[in-house]
Structures are given as structure tokens and as C-alpha cells.
């Protein structure tokens, strides 16, 4: 296992030691095991943490929790397997040819190499995208930070009288949430095209009691989202909520993105997926006051725009957004905070390895370039589009031909196919090798 942080298991989201980020999924879905959902509240509270299957844990708590069950993976394992840990960064792959089994040559940032037969890409969230309107001047300047969860970020923020967050997304509420603890916190602007703020959950609702019966062919987006708009409504009028509507589509998420027509997953991407990652990835209770507090002091704004230029100054940024109708308006801020979230555009997310695979035509982008194409296995496809016999991929990557591929419940889904085929073929071919 290749990693370039500290610690196995935690990634982006799980890195952080603040208790106010929180999961945006209540703790008793989050079990890691494939077939145990309840897991991770057992672990909790046989370690004194007090909190239910409702409840929405710290990121952090859950992050020492993967920690500790992939150690507990590593002491169980059968003779003979063992988990290399190597704490680099994955930069370059070469395929040795007149190899039998055909292995590869992972290039790493230390120098050193990894010889190996099967390579999975568990990249998770990718950091974001330069925001529109940057200035290649901002960019290099200490006034603009790339990095949202950067630990260091509040502290350099932490005598700024006005930050521009740029993303009104989850990746804003966090770094919203670290900026408020400041002792001297400033104002906060958040600007995006749409000025959405994520929704919250509601504790003590019930399952959704009503499934979505699909028809066995194409799906129309129209009529599918005419559809959950009048079941919406239906809900409501009968004194049931929104989100259960919403909750009651998680089964088939995936199956409705594979019916959907090209035209119609672009239309998607282009006009609706904020609309819906609004609805579906939302903040936990607790976060959301939080939030209206700040916005009722005046600590938080949010505002809806497009940023045309943002150009450093002598000490400060001038920042000039576009608000529609021919309509603009200039202003400046101390620091430019990147909140866009995970970029899945791989031409733009700046990965060596990935640039590396893509140069070779070993990978190649997924629909609408969103990830990295694949099949239905989750092996990767190459630039012919053509399975390998050597790389998959997991997770995030997927979201082109699976746009839910993002929480626990697909990931540890995804991970034990995916475990069951890699092991399979291993040991097929060390059967043909020793002539079985």
C-alpha cells in the first residue's frame, strides 16, 4: 500500500482533527465491513465514545477507526500474505513485457521502485481545480491557498479581516467551521455559480417506505426528474419529508445513470448535479447551526456569481464576479480560499502517476471526462478502450459510469468484488504456471 500521508486509511476527509467536521452520513451506516453496517458504532463505543446509529460522528473519530481496522486486517491475515506500507508517492508505471505473470515497474517519488502484478488505483477525493478568473500571479501569491485542508491554512487566515471561499459546497463548510474557532475570526465570503449551501439532515425519520419501480429500458432525464419532483410534492402534502423521497432513489442511483441517454448525463453534469449533490450529500444537524449562527452574526455570507478575473494587489486581492444580466461588481478580500471540492477532470488535477498512465494510453478518461474509464468489474480501460489485465480502480474514480461511487456503502462494495476477482486470478495463474 502506497501512500503519501502520514497514516493509512484516513485520506482527505478523514485527516482532520477537528471535532466540528463531522460525517455527512449518520454513524450506523458507516461500518467498513461489506456485511455489517453497524460496525463502526461497536468500535466506538467499546472505546467510551457515547453516540447512536442516528448520530453523526467527528471525521477524525472515523478516520482512527479505519486506521484500526485495517491493522486488525493485517494481524488476521493467512500465511504467507503479508501488507508492505510505504509512505511515498506512486509517480510513474512500466509494464514489463516478458514477464510470466506480466508485472509492472511502479516508480516512486523517493527514487525507489515496486514490482507488482496487479495495481489498483485507490486514489479517493483528487484536489481541486484552479478556480475560474485566477490570475497566474494569484496563484504563486500567499494570498491564494490551493488547498482547503491544509492544516495550517486557519492560522495563516487567522488575522485576515475578509476571505473569499470559493465553492458553496461541503468543502466550504469545513473550512467555514475552521475559520469561525479563530480567536480574531473575520468576515467570510463564499461565492459560487449558484450560491447553494448544502442541505441538512433531519434526525428521526423513517426508512422511505416507497421504491422507485424502473422501467426496463432508456430513462429520460425530463420525465425522471418531472417524476421525483411529483413525488416530492406527494410526500410533503402527506406529511412525510423531502429527503425520504430523495434517501428512497440511493438504491438506484446507479442503475438510472447507466439508462440515461449521453445527451442526457451531460445535461445532468451541466445543470443539475449541484442541484442534486444540494439534496443528497447534506450536513449533519449540529453543522448547520453552526452555520446559521454565523450567518446570522454576519460572520458568513454566501453570494451567487461567476468570477470573471481575481488579481493580486499590493496586500490584498481585487476580486471582480460577474452577477448576471450584463450586471458585475468589484471588491477585495485578504485571502482566496480554493473550496471547489475533489476534481474528477484528470487533464486538470495535476497527479504525475495518472499523467504518467494517460501519456502510455494504459487508462484513459471516463464519460464526460469524469474519472477514469472502466468496466463493469471496475478494471481499467485503455486509450483503445481495451480491459487490462493489470489495473483497476476504486472509488471516486468510477464516477463516470457510476455517479453514486463516493460513500462507504458503495466503496466497501466495490472493494470486496473487487478483492474476490484480483484474488481469483491470482490464483488461476499460479495454477497454469505450475501446469494444474
Known sequence: M???????????????????????????????????????VRWARARGHEFGAPDFAPRGLYGEYLGCVLDDAERSTLPGVELDRRRDEAVSMRIVEDSEPRRMVIGLASGRTVVAHHLVLALGNLPPATPPGADPELLASPLYERDP????????????????LVGTGLTMVDVALALGEQPRPGAILAVSRNGLLPQKHRRGLAPPDRWFELPPSEVRLAELVARI??????????????????????????????????????????????????????????????????????????????????????????????????????????????????????????????ESLMAEGQVRPGPLGLGLD????????????????????????????????????????????????ITAAMEASSARLAGV
Open 2 to 40: 502506497i501512500e503519501r500521508r502520514p497514516e493509512l486509511g484516513r485520506g482527505v476527509a478523514y485527516s482532520t482533527e477537528n471535532p466540528q467536521h463531522r460525517l455527512n452520513v449518520p454513524a450506523g451506516q458507516m461500518g467498513a465491513l461489506p456485511r455489517d453496517a453497524g460496525h463502526f
Open 149 to 164: 485542508w491544509d492544516v495550517g491554512l486557519p492560522g495563516r487566515a487567522s488575522s485576515d479581516e475578509k476571505v473569499l
Open 229 to 354: 419532483e411529483s413525488e416530492i410534492a406527494s410526500a410533503e402534502q402527506n406529511g412525510a419529508d423531502w429527503r425520504q423521497v430523495i434517501d428512497a432513489l440511493r438504491p438506484y442511483t446507479n442503475r438510472i445513470w447507466r439508462r440515461l441517454s449521453d445527451e442526457d448525463r451531460e445535461e445532468f453534469v451541466r445543470h443539475l448535479a449541484r442541484r442534486w449533490d444540494v439534496a443528497r450529500h447534506r450536513m449533519a444537524p449540529e453543522i448547520a447551526r453552526t452555520l446559521e449562527v454565523m450567518r446570522a452574526e454576519g460572520r458568513l455570507r454566501l453570494a451567487r456569481g461567476s468570477l470573471e478575473s481575481m488579481q493580486p494587489r499590493d496586500l490584498d486581492v481585487e476580486v471582480t464576479m460577474a452577477l448576471g444580466e450584463g450586471e458585475s461588481t468589484r471588491f477585495r478580500v485578504d485571502r482566496v480560499i480554493n473550496c471547489t471540492g475533489p476534481t474528477l477532470d484528470l487533464a486538470r488535477a495535476g497527479e504525475p502517476l495518472l
Open 374 to 421: 472502466h468496466d463493469s468489474r471496475g478494471v481499467l480501460l485503455n486509450s483503445d478502450g481495451q480491459p487490462s489485465t493489470l489495473l483497476s480502480t476504486i472509488g471516486p474514480m468510477r464516477k463516470g459510469r457510476l455517479w453514486e461511487t463516493t460513500a462507504m456503502p458503495e466503496i466497501r462494495g466495490q472493494a470486496l468484488e473487487l478483492a474476490d476477482q
